[in-house]
């Protein structure tokens, strides 16, 4: 068991820290941990994975794996994860031998639409119209209730467009497939709202209650895959405060510590509801390698080693664009031609098998608008 006098004790660096997840934010924060002196350990099914390729050891494992859990976990110094999808049961291990950042219960309700969208609605955040499904006839009544638009998400595992499918005014038979569509599996069904744009929120805490949250990001996605974000999110001023103070408010009520990304919707109208959470590194904040005072990376390290959080400023005006596997169908995209455009980088998650929609990689850019990096990424992309 930890000792009862080292919960809130400094992490220096030279110690190990592990993580549940070897995938790129896995990567990303491997490096970032890396850079300030720590050894890192990873856990994955993967042996491969991409934070394998920079860290001390990888732990191959399910999600669900509690003795690789365990190996994973014995000796490190904390430990954290960069996918929720981790069995309940081997965070309880992990917890029973290192500090756990975020912690068992913030992950078990965020890893469940169908527990975290009514966590949300019953501590007063602000969601839309939305019921929760356990059977097909259950769908049925809910999307009467909501009006017949409606977006239905499976309760785990669904990200990147899977998981999830659009009603329209939809019949009987339509609901039928919807459901074996999602596996028959619980729900949420939540109003199609008249959507402004769609923003996203990262804040940090400490063991110490220490919390920042860095500048809103504005986020486009295509075919339901989040094709490219900026920041400045470019949102009036008030709107912009209130998404920080909601993304502070929400980590501090769900006593997590490490990282949580509010993604958030505005309507037209003016409002702000709460779309998802994400307890971990989120695609829309890779930007802030390039353009915050402290990237996402390196704050979750500070977090999770109870050191100091860094600056959240915006020091200049940075965009993503991301690069799915369909790039790679037929040639290998044109690099050269990328790295032209001025002020873009190019970052590769060493991931060897390209797929369609598996991202493989972001270009990142600054600029002196939020427009002129989002077009830097954006031309770039094209020229590849």
Excluded at 106 to 121: C, E, H, S, V, Y
Excluded at 201 to 211: L, T
Excluded at 288 to 295: I, L, P, V
């Amino acid at each position: 068991m930890i000792p009862e006098s080292t919960p809130n004790a400094e992490i220096k660096p030279g110690a190990l820290i592990a993580i549940l997840g070897g995938g790129q934010l896995g990567r990303m924060t491997a490096m970032a941990a890396r850079t300030m002196g720590y050894r890192v350990r990873v856990m994955d099914p993967e042996p491969n994975c991409p934070a394998g390729f920079v860290v001390d050891e990888t732990v191959v494992g399910r999600w669900d794996d509690v003795d690789a859990a365990r190996r994973l976990a014995s000796g490190a110094d904390a430990v954290t994860l960069e996918i929720e999808q981790i069995g309940v049961d081997a965070l309880r291990v992990v917890e029973g031998l290192a500090p756990l950042r975020p912690g068992v219960e913030p992950i078990r309700i965020i890893q469940d639409k169908t527990l975290q969208k009514p966590w949300l609605a019953e501590n007063g955040f602000p969601v839309g119209p939305f019921r929760v499904a356990q059977s097909e006839a259950e769908l049925r009544e809910a999307v009467a209730a909501l009006g017949g638009d409606v977006f239905v998400k499976t309760g785990r595992g669904g990200y990147d467009g899977r998981g999830q499918v659009r009603i329209q005014q939809g019949d009987g038979a339509d609901l039928g497939v919807a459901w074996r569509a999602l596996g028959g599996r619980p729900a949420v069904v939540e109003k199609a709202l008249d959507l402004d744009c769609e923003i996203s929120v990262m804040a940090a805490r400490s063991p110490s209650g220490e919390v920042r949250a860095f500048p809103a990001a504005r986020n486009h996605h295509e075919n339901q895959i989040l094709a490219w974000s900026v920041l400045p999110a470019g949102v009036a001023p008030e709107l912009e405060s209130r998404a920080e103070s909601l993304a502070a408010d929400l980590i501090a009520r769900l006593d997590l510590v490490g990282l949580l990304c509010a993604e958030l919707f505005v309507t037209r109208a003016g409002e702000l509801f709460v779309n998802e959470l994400a307890p971990r590194p989120h695609n829309s904040y890779h930007q802030s390698e390039r353009g915050c005072a402290t990237s996402q990376f390196e704050q979750l390290v500070r977090a999770v080693c109870n050191l100091p959080l860094g600056s959240t400023e915006l020091i200049a005006p940075c965009a993503i664009a991301n690069l799915l596997g369909d790039l790679w169908l037929g040639q290998e995209p044109n690099w050269s031609a990328a790295l032209q455009v001025p002020g873009v980088r190019l970052h590769l998650y060493e991931k060897h098998t390209p797929r369609p929609g598996r991202k493989m990689g972001h270009l990142s850019a600054v600029g002196a608008t939020a427009e002129q990096a989002l077009e830097r990424v954006r031309e770039a992309r094209r020229l590849l």
